[in-house]
């Protein structure tokens, strides 16, 4: 544990609110990727257009999961896209899914304090900075609006900036006193304190060796008492460890988002959402918060489950 890292009890704050979703402590929650771009490291634009992107929203959900992420720019470097363009990526999707789903919890994955509000106003339920409060009246959005907020690390790097040369003295307490500070922070403003996650943010400002040393010691930033994401989906830390393409990352993925849950994270934002769903099913079952679906094996007829 970092000395004096810790900035709430477990028993102040024992379920994670966003929108219509509730995770108790022990519960696992799906965060699916959507991305309003042509140039997703993963999909290539596979979801830029709006009909494959609402086909997306109806797939994962089928699939389990518990919300959706929408982004409208692409994580690294990369064409230039201005506020203007990301709203007009973003904001009228999340209205329509919110049209399509009124219960489903959305999230909106920017840095951006102009398209967090009017993500929110058209139905955003978390405020997803990756990029660790580059605008730093984005917090200010969330506690006027009550949404959500992820509060990130990313070693002091701006968006879509990639890392070079990093170096923490130790990188776990590092991302643990970042961003319990901006967790603090947010609390301060009006944050709800139910609505607040921690993100190791995996990758950005990172090594590989950083981002591994992350999940080794998750337990460390699970132990502040906050609930933490993690993206860990199709990441270059799990593919320059076992040197595959993105699209062979699937298995080093959910060998990662086994050992997150383990340690205590919370939520997974992920591209493989049916996938992910199984593995912390199997992760919550083996830690006993949640039963087996159709236990049979060695009991009496009358106690199988068909």
Not at 46 to 60: F, I, N, P, Q, S
Not at 159 to 185: G, I, N, Q
Not at 278 to 301: F, H, K, N, W, Y
Request: aromatic letters at 4%; a negative charge.
């Amino acid at each position: 544990m970092v000395p004096g890292a810790r900035v709430c009890d477990s028993a102040s704050v024992t379920t994670l609110r966003i929108g219509s979703l509730s995770l108790a402590p022990g519960q696992f929650g799906v965060m699916a990727v959507v991305n309003r771009t042509p140039d997703s490291f993963y999909d290539q634009g596979a979801t830029y257009h709006l009909e494959d992107a609402l086909e997306r929203v109806e797939t994962v959900v089928q699939q389990g999961a518990d919300i959706i992420d929408v982004g409208g720019v692409k994580a690294g470097s990369g064409a230039e896209v201005d506020t203007a363009e990301e709203i007009r990526r973003t904001v009228p999707f999340l209205a329509e899914v919110r049209r399509r789903h009124p219960d489903l919890p959305l999230s909106i994955d920017t840095w951006r304090v102009e398209v967090a509000r009017e993500a929110v106003a058209a139905g955003a339920d978390l405020i997803n900075d990756a990029w660790s409060r580059a605008d730093d009246a984005l917090y200010t959005v969330a506690a006027e609006t009550g949404a959500a907020l992820v509060c990130s690390h990313v070693g002091g790097l701006a968006p879509r900036t990639d890392p070079v040369e990093v170096h923490y003295d130790d990188v776990v307490a590092d991302v643990v006193a970042r961003t319990t500070s901006l967790a603090t922070h947010a609390m301060e403003l009006g944050v709800r304190p139910d609505g607040l996650l921690l993100d190791p943010t995996h990758d950005f400002g990172k090594t590989t060796a950083h981002s591994l040393e992350l999940t080794r010691r998750l337990d460390t930033l699970t132990g502040t008492g906050l609930p933490v994401l993690v993206s860990l989906s199709r990441k270059d830390f799990v593919g320059e460890t076992l040197a595959l393409p993105v699209d062979h990352r699937l298995s080093g993925t959910l060998a990662a988002t086994t050992i997150c849950a383990w340690h205590g994270a919370r939520m997974f934002r992920v591209h493989d959402v049916a996938a992910t769903r199984q593995t912390l099913d199997m992760v919550a079952s083996i830690l006993g918060t949640r039963p087996p679906a159709a236990p049979a094996r060695g009991l009496p007829e009358t106690e199988r489950t068909s």
